[in-house]
């Protein structure tokens, strides 16, 4: 089991989110949550796909942190 950062970025009408560890693996949705669910799925999906075409699979390495500005 490996745990990766997703970003999820609103935009016009909708969210979209990324995996900085996972290049070209994406997902949309009209809500944040279902964002989270289409990029669980097609991270799970990315990760078969290098598995079956016998490639590695990236350790997750990023990591993400809020900052406070006044």
Known sequence: MR???IVIEKAKGNY???SPDLPGC???GKTQEETEK?????IK???Q???KDKLAVPKPQSISEYLLVQ
Request: aromatic content about 16%.
């Open 49 to 51: 796909g290098l598995i």
């Open 38 to 42: 289409n990029m669980y799925e097609a």
């Open 26 to 28: 994406v997902a949309t």
């Open 3 to 5: 745990r990766f950062l």
């Open 16 to 18: 979209s989110a990324y």
């Open 45 to 47: 999906m990315h990760v």
